[in-house]
């Protein structure tokens, strides 16, 4: 019986492709980052100029999320690549829920983001390069509850993302099932 060479657009059966993984790691990247500039201006002393920076880095590394997360979400419905799935039974349903639930937050998060900027009622630039327009005009008072959700979904998120890298590990530790070397470039 002969074998006939894999498509050149999939190299390795048992990877995703490039452009999928670039994107899981990128959003890693930005999630961890947004999460950590916020956590670190909030032992920082209102007004400060290091704050501020902070902040604006937070708002312009947001904006680049929410550029990520659609080109993200636009790649896997177009072009990226389908594996089986790395596990059965309640451990699939986990995986399943655990992503699904991850790109619900990630989403609203974004939403939440702009919405809160909004009711702070101050201009947001990208790194200084364009400003964004107020899209939806949101009162000044509903800023409170919009930051605190905005704040809730983050570690939300965080802990999710925990939830996933351990169970990525276990899944490479214990089970040994290759299911995080899917992840990782291929040779």
Known sequence: MTTSPLPAAHPDPAHYDRTTIMFHWLTVFLVVGLFALAETWGFLPRGTPTRRLLQSL??????????????????????????????????RV??????????????AQIVLGFLFRWAQGEPFTFFGLFDVPTLIAIDHEQRRFIGGLHDTVAWTIIVLALLHAL???????????????????SR
């Open 94 to 107: 986990a995986s399943t829920a655990v992503h699904g639930l991850l790109y619900l937050l990630m989403g």
């Open 58 to 91: 937070h708002i312009s590394f947001g904006l680049a999320f929410a550029a990520v997360f659609v080109l993200r979400i636009v790649w896997r419905v177009c072009r990226g690549r389908r594996l089986p799935p790395g596990s059965s039974g309640l451990l």
């Open 167 to 185: 169970a990525a590990l276990f899944h490479h530790y214990v089970l040994r099932d290759g299911v995080l070397r899917r992840m990782l470039a």
